[in-house]
């Protein structure tokens, strides 16, 4: 969002300072890019296995349940 000053209604709004500033930014965070990227696939990577492991530990669980289940009926 840009503003403008009444006082000058006819100059532009500068965004000299502003571009100054992203680009410090981005010349100062050019060498986490990496990091994150190899942050970013590890968290996926963790989630991924995460999720297998819950989804074969209701798998065993479930086959343990049938199991008692079916140990469980009169004969």
């Known amino acids: 969002?840009?503003?403008v000053n009444t006082a000058f209604s006819?100059?532009?709004p500068s965004m000299?300072?502003?571009?100054?500033f992203s680009r410090k930014m981005d010349a100062s965070t050019?060498?986490?890019t990496?990091?994150?990227g190899l942050r970013r696939r590890l968290a996926a990577l963790m989630l991924r296995a995460?999720?297998?492991?819950?989804a074969l530990a209701t798998i065993f669980a479930?086959?343990?349940?049938?199991?008692?289940?079916?140990w469980r009926l009169p004969r």
């Open 16 to 20: 000299n300072r502003v571009s100054r």
């Open 30 to 32: 050019g060498g986490r």
């Open 10 to 12: 006819g100059e532009q």
């Open 50 to 54: 995460g999720l297998g492991l819950l």
């Open 34 to 36: 990496r990091v994150s």
């Open 1 to 3: 969002m840009t503003t």
């Open 62 to 70: 479930l086959q343990a349940a049938f199991y008692v289940y079916v």
